[in-house]
C-alpha cells in the first residue's frame, strides 16, 4: 500500500474513534478517483454483541482496474474472516463471490488491499449453463454441479463474514454455518454495506 494511502487510512480511521461511530452515509468523494465510504455492524446479531464493528473502505480508481483497501475494527482479537462481494447487503445476499480474507491483530483491527473491479460496471453473468468442478462435495454445503443460466446481474454490496463459526460463539454470536468461505463452512455475517440501499450499494457510486 502506497504511504499516502495508510496515512490517509490511519487518520480516516482515528477520526472515526473520535467521534464515536462512522458516518451512515458516504463521504464525499476523497477526489475524482477516489470513493470512501463505511460498512457498518450486521444488525442482526443478538444485542450487545459486537457493537463497535465497523469498517472504512477507500477504492482508488487506476484505469482499468480499481483498488479497494479496508480497515476494520471492533472486532475479535487474531481472527479471520472472509470478505465478499455480493448483491444485497443482508440476508438472502443473492449472488456474491469470494473476494479474500482479512485477519485482525491483537487489538481486533486490520487493514486489507484488494485488487479488481469495484465499480458500477462490477457484475456476474453466466450466458449459458455448463458443468461445474465438484472439489468439495462434503459438508453442509456441497459444490453445485453445475451453474444457472442468468442475465447480467450488478453487484454493487459487501459483506463480511468469521471464517470460523467457534470465533462467532466466543464472541457472543450464533454458532450458525454458512458457505461464505474457501471451505463452505464460515460463520456469521458481522459487517456488511446496509448502510445503503438495498438495490444500489457502494460500488454503483465508483465510476469506471
Known sequence: MKASM???????????????????????????TEFAF???RNAALPAGVL???????????I????IMTVAVSGLPPNTDFDFFVIQVPTAPFGLAWYQGDVETD??????????????DETFIVAPGVAPAPDTMPQGPFPDATQNPKTAPV?????GMWFNDPKDAVKAGAPGTVTPFNGEHNAGVQVINTSNFPAILGPLFHVKS
Request: net charge positive; charged share 10%; no cysteine.
Open 154 to 158: 450488478q453487484l454493487y454490496h459487501l
Open 6 to 32: 495508510k496515512t490517509l487510512l490511519a487518520t480516516a480511521m482515528t477520526m472515526a474513534s473520535l467521534a464515536g461511530v462512522l458516518p451512515a452515509q458516504p463521504a464525499p468523494p476523497l477526489s475524482n
Open 38 to 40: 463505511n460498512m457498518v
Open 63 to 66: 484505469g482499468d482496474v480499481e
Open 51 to 61: 457493537t463497535q464493528a465497523k469498517a472504512l473502505v477507500i477504492i482508488k480508481s
Open 106 to 119: 491483537a487489538q481486533g483491527n486490520g487493514v486489507q488491499e484488494f485488487i479488481g473491479r469495484f465499480s
